[in-house]
Nanobody
Framework: QVRLEESGGGLVQAGGSLRLSCIPS????????MGWYRQAPGKQRELVAS???????NYADSVKGRFTISTDNAKKWVYLQMNSLKSDDTAVYFC??????????????WGQGTQVTVSS
């Protein structure tokens, strides 16, 4: 079975940095993209950043210029470097892997989430 394990969350002061890691276990046949979502209290889950297997990235407007998503050489692990953190970044961050099934339909894998808390 596939499992996504997130790490790197924690408590940080505004202006500080954190680096999130997502380490998949198990086998995913075809990965299209990997990314990070977050969900703050009272808000819906939103896309923070994503990266495709060919290196194309996408960021939420609120994190552009501050966050950087990257993968390892095998394009199986995904990282999120978060700089200049703001209190609005406080949320549970979820790793996401988008893959294709044998029928070429999209399937999403999700991690359990890691808490990021930014103090003012």
């Amino acid at each position: 079975q596939v499992r996504l394990e997130e790490s790197g969350g924690g408590l940080v002061q505004a202006g500080g940095s954190l680096r999130l890691s997502c380490i998949p276990s198990g086998t995913i046949a075809r990965i299209e993209s990997m990314g990070w979502y977050r969900q703050a209290p009272g808000k819906q889950r939103e896309l923070v950043a994503s990266i495709t297997t060919d290196g194309m990235t996408n960021y939420a407007d609120s994190v552009k210029g501050r966050f950087t998503i990257s993968t390892d050489n095998a394009k199986k692990w995904v990282y999120l470097q978060m700089n200049s953190l703001k209190s609005d970044d406080t949320a549970v961050y979820f790793c996401n892997v988008r893959a294709l099934t044998a029928f070429m339909t999209a399937f999403h894998y999700w991690g359990q989430g890691t808490q990021v808390t930014v103090s003012s």
